[in-house]
């Protein structure tokens, strides 16, 4: 639940379980921006159990971050649904990403115009020029792992 307006949020923790309509109203996903962890966007989310971006994603919730996944497959991840295009009028704290340099060049433009707070770039995702574009637009670059970061508490 928001804590500025009350209204139920289907992308964050317990409430998913109990909400059974998944809503992807823009309104939402206004609101989102407020929680106090800000929202996740994990670009190249997997409904398979093995791939690095599930587990991400079922450990961003877990830990009461709110998470947006966006992916090429339709799916679930820890009760979020994964779409395949990032909702208008999302305001994002972190971008994480889970597609290789090849794959996140059609994102790239649409990452920049979210002006997230930072994007991390998993092992298998670095892209130098992408890295250096979003650095001087003043987003905070990481090269590192979300799950060590998750686990070490530097998330």
Sequence with gaps: MCKTTGRILW??????????????DRSLFGDL???EKGLTLVLGASPHADRYSYLATV?????????????NRD???AGIPIVRTIPEGTRVDTVTLYLNPVNQ?????RIMELRPRRIIFNPGTEDDTFAAAAEMAGIEVVEGCTL???AAGTY
Excluded: D
Excluded at 11 to 24: D, E, F, K, L
Excluded at 105 to 109: A, D, G, K, L, T
């Design 33 to 35: 921006c407020e929680m």
């Design 75 to 77: 799916g679930i991840v």
């Design 59 to 71: 450990r961003l919730v877990s830990q009461g971050h709110a998470v947006v996944a966006v992916g």
């Design 105 to 109: 060049r059609q994102w790239q433009p």
């Design 148 to 150: 060590v970061m998750l």
């Design 11 to 24: 992308v964050c923790g317990p409430a998913v379980n109990s909400w059974a309509t998944i809503n992807t």
